[in-house]
């Protein structure tokens, strides 16, 4: 073969790797999307900012004080929702002080929300684990965990990914999982999802408008 046949063939074959890389990583990001996606919108107003009514879903859990809970336990309330895992080395605890910090921030409006933290991994988050951790972000959060079926159940509902994952380098198992904190209303209408990118300053903005 000559040299420019030679060039053409690599150049097609890093084309179709760099074709199945973006195609894969899609995928992934999908799995990573809620149904519910309408984060690339700006806020609206505060009247019209229903993104989804009736958002989640009945679910009975254990609290970080060891008392069992359901949806009932927090309705008529406005609530900031986030599913992650105790053991997660970064993300879930920047996203729990993110919300801490959005909720002090919007004073008065900001001591009407619950701040709720639910584990999506049960077997190793269990009330104690929850107790010391939520205590390390702010004293109102609320810790929920529960019975494999039981998360298994409020992650179906809230429409939450999450895997477990195990690193052939690490002896312990990780858990991949959806980040996206839920603005909740009191008559349960989800207002509004933060993600990754989204600041405190952000969450406390949105507060401020809506409640
Ligand atoms: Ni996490």
Request: charged share 25%; glycine share 6%; net charge negative.
């Given at each position: ?61 254990t609290?970080?004080?060891g ?59 269990t009330v104690e684990?929850m ?81």
């Amino acid at each position: 073969m000559n040299k420019r046949l030679i060039r053409i063939i690599i150049i097609l074959v890093l084309g179709l790797g760099i074709s199945a890389a973006i195609a894969a990583y899609q995928i992934h990001q999908e799995q990573n999307t809620p149904a519910l996606d309408i984060t690339k919108k700006k806020p609206q107003p505060a009247s019209t900012s229903i993104v989804s009514e009736n958002f989640g879903g009945p679910f009975t859990l254990t609290n970080h004080l060891g008392k069992r809970v359901t949806e009932k336990d927090y309705e008529g309330k406005w609530r900031l929702k986030y599913f992650g895992f105790t053991y997660c080395p970064a993300i879930c605890p920047t996203e729990l002080q993110k919300m801490a910090a959005a909720v002090d921030a919007a004073g008065e409006k900001g001591k009407k929300i619950i701040p709720i933290f639910i584990s999506v991994d049960p077997e190793r988050d269990t009330v104690e684990v929850m107790k010391d951790y939520v205590e390390l972000f702010h004293p109102r959060l609320i810790g929920l965990t529960g019975s494999v079926e039981e998360i298994d159940a409020v992650k179906d509902a809230y429409k939450v990914y999450a895997a477990k994952e195990q690193d052939e380098t690490m002896s312990d198992y990780t858990v991949d999982h959806s980040s996206f904190v839920y603005l909740i209303d009191p008559e349960n209408n989800l207002r509004r999802i933060f993600r990754i990118q989204d600041k405190a300053s952000d969450i406390t903005e949105f507060i401020e408008q809506v409640l």
